[in-house]
T-cell receptor, first 112, second 114 residues
Framework: LAKTTQPISMDSYEGQEVNITCSHN???????ITWYQQFPSQGPRFIIQ???TKVTNEVASLFIPADRKSSTLSLPRVSLSDTAVYYC?????????????FGTGTRLTVIP | NAGVTQTPKFRILKIGQSMTLQCAQD?????MYWYRQDPGMGLKLIYY???????DKGEVPNGYNVSRSTTEDFPLRLELAAPSQTSVYFC?????????????FGPGTRLLVL
């Protein structure tokens, strides 16, 4: 199983770019990397998913180096509303939900 | 679309009581999931379903049961509630199997067992 390691918490000022790195040293060939965001008292929300190199959508970018042993979620110009817990998940389609673990995530606090 | 809905929002149970947490989705997703989240922790998978009539255990299935008679509904049954089942329960669905498919989560049911 590909275990993930993320920082427990991060602080950032409004307007800054935030990069949250996730380590997954034993990622398997077929594993995807997925990030979710969770606000207090809400269910998680899908942000972005990637397999290799770089993926960008309207919310974030995901950078994955060639060895895929880590990934970085980049949030451009954060605002107070980006204060949330961010989860990095690694898993493959073959084993599915049973091998997709949320972990404790990274608690991002955006400061005015 | 309402997405994923869950009822009730909050419930207090006495030890030994039973209840059913309701989950429904209107996105015609085949895949549905039940998670629990304890304070300050990540989500743990209880049960999941890949389609009507098919369910399977997740990481923490003990003390729970599920059924999937329709594509839309995926109720979670708690038998003989225990204090250890105090948690927030999230239901989710996806169009494709995870991790390929993004999961859409409901608002959660907060359960307190006293």
């Amino acid at each position: 199983l590909a275990k993930t390691t993320q920082p427990i918490s991060m602080d950032s000022y409004e307007g800054q770019e935030v990069n949250i790195t996730c380590s997954h040293n034993n990622i398997a060939t077929n594993d995807y990397i997925t990030w979710y965001q969770q606000f207090p008292s809400q269910g998680p929300r899908f942000i972005i998913q990637g397999y290799k190199t770089k993926v960008t959508n309207e919310v974030a970018s995901l950078f994955i180096p060639a060895d895929r042993k880590s990934s970085t979620l980049s949030l451009p110009r954060v605002s107070l509303s980006d204060t949330a817990v961010y989860y990095c998940l690694v898993g493959d389609r073959q084993t599915g939900a049973n091998n997709l673990f949320f972990g404790t995530g990274t608690r991002l606090t955006v400061i005015p | 679309n309402a997405g994923v809905t869950q009822t009730p929002k909050f419930r207090i149970l006495k030890i030994g009581q039973s209840m059913t947490l309701q989950c429904a989705q209107d996105m015609n997703h085949n895949y549905m999931y039940w998670y629990r989240q304890d304070p300050g922790m990540g989500l743990k998978l209880i049960y999941y379903s890949v389609g009507a009539g098919i369910t399977d255990k997740g990481e923490v299935p003990n003390g729970y049961n599920v059924s999937r008679s329709t594509t839309e509904d995926f109720p979670l049954r708690l038998e003989l509630a225990a204090p250890s089942q105090t948690s927030v329960y999230f239901c989710a669905s996806s169009y494709l199997p995870v991790p390929q498919g993004a999961q859409y989560f409901g608002p959660g049911t907060r359960l307190l067992v006293l």
